[in-house]
């Protein structure tokens, strides 16, 4: 069984950063793409970038390209999202989650329970 736990939400000023950290729990964790998703209040989660089964690739959203970016360490089973120069519109809960098969837009075989990222102008 994956059990996924985020952390490194928090409240910020505009322009700071954050990096927030998706531990994995369970076997071949390099077997599954990793994705970050967010929901802000009111609104669907929406895609904000994955990372491929060995890290080869990424892909990010339009709204956070040149500000966001993935990685993940294989051997200690996390995956991380760096965020810099936050905005408002980043404010939402930030959500991990891994894929078997999915590397995309469309992940979901499990998911973490979400990490507050509040960003205050």
């Known amino acids: 069984q994956v059990q996924l736990v985020e952390t490194g939400g928090g409240l910020v000023q505009v322009g700071d950063s954050l990096r927030l950290s998706c531990a994995f729990s369970?076997?071949?964790?390099?077997?599954?793409?990793m994705g970050w998703y967010r929901q802000a209040p009111g609104n669907e989660r929406e895609f904000v970038g994955a990372?491929?089964?060995?890290?080869?690739?990424?892909l990010l959203a339009d709204s956070v390209k040149g500000r966001f970016i993935i990685s993940r360490d294989n051997a200690n089973n996390t995956v991380y999202l760096q965020m810099n120069n936050l905005g408002p519109e980043d404010t939402a809960v930030y959500f991990c989650?891994?894929?078997?098969?999915?590397?995309?837009?469309?992940?979901?075989?499990?998911w973490g329970r979400g990490t507050q990222v509040t960003v205050s102008s």
């Open positions: 989650t891994a894929d078997l098969s999915m590397y995309g837009e469309k992940m979901g075989d499990y």
């Open positions: 369970g076997d071949r964790f390099s077997s599954y793409a």
């Open positions: 990372i491929s089964w060995r890290g080869g690739t990424t």
